[in-house]
C-alpha cells in the first residue's frame, strides 16, 4: 500500500510539473514613476507554432467568449495595481486595483480597457464595469515574440511607457503620475 501511494503521489507531481511546464506560467512588470508604484500581474502563454494564427479574425484569440475583447494575458484576469493616481494616455485611473482588457476589433488600433472589477476570471468581460478605454500605439516587433510580455521604459521622473508585446504585434501607451 505505501509503495501505491508513492507512485500515485510520484506521478501527481510529475504531472503537475509537467502542466506548469507547458502552460501560461505567471509573470509580472513593475515600475515606479512619481513616488507611485504601478504593477501588472499577468499569465503569460507561448507562441508555440501557432504566429500568424493568434490575433486573426479566425485565429486562437477569436475563439474567446468575449471576443473581440481580449483578456490581455491567460488563465485568471490580468490585473495592474497603482499605488497613487496615474493618467494612462488620457484616462485617470485613481489608486487602486483593475481588470486589463484589450479590444482587438481593429487589428491595426488596439484600445487598452480599464475595468473596475476585479477577481474574475480573465474572460469574463463586463462593459459596465470599464474605468474607462485608451488608444495604444501599434509597432511591429523586430522579431517574433514567443512569450506574452508586459514592460515599462522609463521617460522621466513621472513619465512611463507600458507596452504589451506577443507574436508579431506590440501596442504601448502613456503612463503619466499625478
Not at 8 to 36: D, E, H, N, R, Y
Not at 39 to 52: A, K, N
Not at 128 to 140: E, I
Request: hydrophobic content about 35%.
Amino acid at each position: 500500500m505505501k509503495r501505491l501511494f508513492a507512485c500515485v503521489t510520484l506521478l501527481f507531481a510529475a504531472t503537475t510539473m509537467l502542466a506548469s511546464a507547458q502552460g501560461s506560467p505567471k509573470a509580472s512588470a513593475s515600475t515606479s514613476i512619481g513616488g507611485t508604484t504601478i504593477t501588472i500581474d499577468y499569465s503569460s502563454p507561448r507562441v508555440r507554432g501557432r504566429q500568424g494564427h493568434i490575433f486573426t479574425k479566425d485565429g486562437l484569440i477569436s475563439h474567446d467568449q468575449g471576443y473581440p475583447y481580449w483578456r490581455a494575458g491567460a488563465n485568471a484576469a490580468t490585473t495592474m495595481k497603482t499605488t497613487g493616481d496615474i493618467h494612462i494616455g488620457s484616462l485617470n485611473v485613481p489608486a487602486g486595483t483593475y481588470t486589463l482588457f484589450v479590444d482587438i476589433s481593429n487589428p491595426d488600433q488596439w484600445a487598452l480597457v480599464v475595468s473596475k472589477k476585479t477577481g474574475e476570471w480573465g474572460l469574463n468581460y463586463d462593459k459596465t464595469q470599464d474605468l474607462g478605454r485608451v488608444k495604444m500605439t501599434m509597432a511591429k516587433p523586430p522579431a517574433l515574440v514567443e512569450d506574452l510580455t508586459y514592460s515599462f521604459k522609463q521617460d522621466g521622473a513621472k513619465k512611463a511607457t507600458m507596452t504589451l508585446s506577443w507574436e508579431y504585434k506590440s501596442a504601448s501607451v502613456a503612463i503619466q503620475a499625478h
